[in-house]
Protein backbone atom coordinates (compact mmCIF):
# COMPACT_ATOMS: atom_id res chain seq x y z
CA UNK A 1 0.00 0.00 0.00
CA UNK A 2 0.99 3.61 -0.94
CA UNK A 3 0.04 6.93 -1.10
CA UNK A 4 1.25 9.32 -3.94
CA UNK A 5 -0.80 12.81 -4.65
CA UNK A 6 -3.50 12.05 -1.77
CA UNK A 7 -4.41 9.28 -3.06
CA UNK A 8 -4.55 5.57 -1.71
CA UNK A 9 -3.48 2.32 -3.79
CA UNK A 10 -3.17 -0.88 -3.30
CA UNK A 11 -1.47 -4.28 -5.28
CA UNK A 12 -0.60 -7.20 -5.26
CA UNK A 13 2.45 -9.34 -4.72
CA UNK A 14 3.91 -12.87 -4.37
CA UNK A 15 4.58 -14.17 -0.94
CA UNK A 16 5.63 -17.44 -0.07
CA UNK A 17 7.81 -18.91 3.24
CA UNK A 18 10.92 -19.61 2.92
CA UNK A 19 11.74 -21.56 5.85
CA UNK A 20 9.76 -21.84 9.25
CA UNK A 21 11.35 -18.12 10.11
CA UNK A 22 11.20 -16.62 7.00
CA UNK A 23 8.25 -15.66 4.88
CA UNK A 24 9.96 -13.45 1.51
CA UNK A 25 7.87 -10.67 -0.08
CA UNK A 26 8.71 -9.52 -3.39
CA UNK A 27 9.24 -5.50 -4.30
CA UNK A 28 6.74 -3.35 -5.38
CA UNK A 29 8.58 -2.18 -8.78
CA UNK A 30 6.21 0.02 -9.40
CA UNK A 31 6.23 1.46 -5.87
CA UNK A 32 10.27 1.86 -6.01
CA UNK A 33 10.56 5.79 -6.69
CA UNK A 34 7.39 6.37 -4.39
CA UNK A 35 9.43 5.98 -0.81
CA UNK A 36 8.48 4.08 1.83
CA UNK A 37 5.14 2.09 1.70
CA UNK A 38 3.13 -0.81 3.48
CA UNK A 39 3.00 -4.35 3.24
CA UNK A 40 -0.10 -5.87 5.18
CA UNK A 41 -0.52 -9.73 4.71
CA UNK A 42 -4.19 -10.56 3.55
CA UNK A 43 -3.50 -14.23 2.77
CA UNK A 44 -3.48 -17.54 4.06
CA UNK A 45 -0.10 -19.27 3.26
CA UNK A 46 -0.66 -23.13 3.58
CA UNK A 47 2.49 -25.47 3.39
CA UNK A 48 2.88 -27.52 0.54
CA UNK A 49 2.28 -31.44 1.20
CA UNK A 50 -0.30 -30.83 3.60
CA UNK A 51 -3.48 -32.86 2.58
CA UNK A 52 -7.08 -33.18 4.95
CA UNK A 53 -10.36 -33.40 4.30
CA UNK A 54 -12.52 -30.81 2.45
CA UNK A 55 -15.68 -29.52 3.29
CA UNK A 56 -18.14 -27.54 1.58
CA UNK A 57 -19.33 -24.70 3.71
CA UNK A 58 -23.02 -23.14 3.51
CA UNK A 59 -23.06 -19.33 2.90
CA UNK A 60 -24.64 -16.97 5.59
CA UNK A 61 -27.70 -14.90 4.76
CA UNK A 62 -25.93 -11.02 4.60
CA UNK A 63 -29.35 -8.39 5.19
CA UNK A 64 -27.00 -5.54 5.40
CA UNK A 65 -27.96 -2.26 6.52
CA UNK A 66 -26.38 1.25 5.79
CA UNK A 67 -26.44 3.33 9.06
CA UNK A 68 -23.88 6.53 7.60
CA UNK A 69 -23.39 7.53 4.09
CA UNK A 70 -25.29 5.82 1.22
CA UNK A 71 -23.95 2.57 -0.65
CA UNK A 72 -26.12 1.65 -4.08
CA UNK A 73 -25.79 -1.69 -5.45
CA UNK A 74 -24.86 -3.31 -1.86
CA UNK A 75 -24.26 -7.20 -2.06
CA UNK A 76 -22.74 -8.93 0.79
CA UNK A 77 -22.04 -12.44 0.37
CA UNK A 78 -20.62 -14.30 4.11
CA UNK A 79 -19.51 -17.88 4.85
CA UNK A 80 -18.60 -18.36 8.66
CA UNK A 81 -17.49 -21.25 10.73
CA UNK A 82 -16.13 -21.24 14.18
CA UNK A 83 -12.69 -20.60 13.15
CA UNK A 84 -12.78 -18.19 10.53
CA UNK A 85 -15.15 -15.67 8.31
CA UNK A 86 -14.75 -15.28 4.67
CA UNK A 87 -16.56 -11.47 3.82
CA UNK A 88 -17.28 -10.26 0.22
CA UNK A 89 -18.91 -7.08 -0.27
CA UNK A 90 -19.50 -5.10 -3.15
CA UNK A 91 -20.78 -1.60 -3.96
CA UNK A 92 -21.98 0.02 -7.27
CA UNK A 93 -21.40 3.78 -5.68
CA UNK A 94 -20.39 4.86 -1.95
CA UNK A 95 -21.81 8.49 -1.42
CA UNK A 96 -20.08 9.46 2.41
CA UNK A 97 -21.60 11.32 4.90
CA UNK A 98 -20.55 14.81 4.74
CA UNK A 99 -19.56 15.21 8.56
CA UNK A 100 -17.81 11.99 9.18
CA UNK A 101 -16.70 10.94 5.84
CA UNK A 102 -17.69 6.92 6.18
CA UNK A 103 -20.18 4.98 5.27
CA UNK A 104 -21.11 2.49 7.97
CA UNK A 105 -22.70 -0.58 6.88
CA UNK A 106 -23.93 -3.22 9.38
CA UNK A 107 -24.01 -6.69 9.02
CA UNK A 108 -26.54 -8.39 11.79
CA UNK A 109 -26.15 -11.44 10.46
CA UNK A 110 -22.20 -11.84 11.22
CA UNK A 111 -20.64 -12.96 14.53
CA UNK A 112 -19.10 -10.15 16.34
CA UNK A 113 -16.19 -11.71 17.25
CA UNK A 114 -14.18 -10.42 14.14
CA UNK A 115 -12.05 -7.51 13.27
CA UNK A 116 -10.13 -6.83 10.03
CA UNK A 117 -8.57 -3.60 8.90
CA UNK A 118 -9.09 -3.61 5.10
CA UNK A 119 -8.85 -1.93 1.50
CA UNK A 120 -12.20 -1.00 0.14
CA UNK A 121 -11.13 -0.97 -3.61
CA UNK A 122 -12.02 0.47 -6.56
CA UNK A 123 -10.53 1.71 -9.70
CA UNK A 124 -10.67 4.05 -12.92
CA UNK A 125 -7.72 1.95 -14.96
CA UNK A 126 -7.41 -1.69 -14.98
CA UNK A 127 -3.93 -1.71 -16.30
CA UNK A 128 -2.36 0.86 -13.69
CA UNK A 129 1.05 0.13 -12.33
CA UNK A 130 1.02 1.50 -9.44
CA UNK A 131 -2.63 -0.33 -8.29
CA UNK A 132 -5.83 -0.11 -7.29
CA UNK A 133 -7.02 2.88 -5.77
CA UNK A 134 -8.69 1.94 -2.20
CA UNK A 135 -10.81 3.53 0.74
CA UNK A 136 -9.17 2.17 4.36
CA UNK A 137 -11.81 0.36 5.51
CA UNK A 138 -12.52 -1.25 9.23
CA UNK A 139 -14.90 -4.44 10.21
CA UNK A 140 -15.98 -4.30 14.28
CA UNK A 141 -18.46 -5.21 15.76
CA UNK A 142 -20.73 -6.26 12.96
CA UNK A 143 -20.20 -2.80 11.38
CA UNK A 144 -17.96 -2.31 8.11
CA UNK A 145 -16.80 1.62 8.17
CA UNK A 146 -15.49 2.75 5.01
CA UNK A 147 -13.58 6.25 5.35
CA UNK A 148 -13.16 8.56 2.67
CA UNK A 149 -9.75 9.26 4.61
CA UNK A 150 -9.10 12.86 2.48
CA UNK A 151 -9.41 11.29 -1.01
CA UNK A 152 -10.88 13.64 -3.66
CA UNK A 153 -14.25 13.10 -5.40
CA UNK A 154 -14.41 9.57 -7.90
CA UNK A 155 -14.58 10.63 -11.42
CA UNK A 156 -18.02 9.29 -12.97
CA UNK A 157 -17.64 6.45 -14.78
CA UNK A 158 -15.38 4.63 -11.73
CA UNK A 159 -15.63 0.51 -11.36
CA UNK A 160 -17.43 -0.92 -8.81
CA UNK A 161 -16.23 -1.11 -4.85
CA UNK A 162 -15.34 -4.35 -3.79
CA UNK A 163 -13.47 -6.16 -1.05
CA UNK A 164 -12.93 -9.80 -0.03
CA UNK A 165 -11.29 -10.91 3.44
CA UNK A 166 -10.44 -14.06 5.20
CA UNK A 167 -10.36 -13.81 9.00
CA UNK A 168 -9.07 -16.67 10.82
CA UNK A 169 -9.79 -16.68 14.69
Not at 24 to 31: N, P, T
Not at 77 to 93: C, E, I, P, S
Not at 152 to 165: I, N, Q, V
Amino acid sequence: MTESDGVKYCTLTKVRIMDKNTIVIDKVVAYKDMGAYTVKLSTVLIPTMITGEVALNIPVACNPVVQVGQATGLDVKAVVTDDWLMLVVKATTLTFDETSETVEISLPDIPSAFYNELPMIYNENLWSTTGSKFYPAVLQNRVLTISKDGAAAEPSGTGSKFCRLLIVK
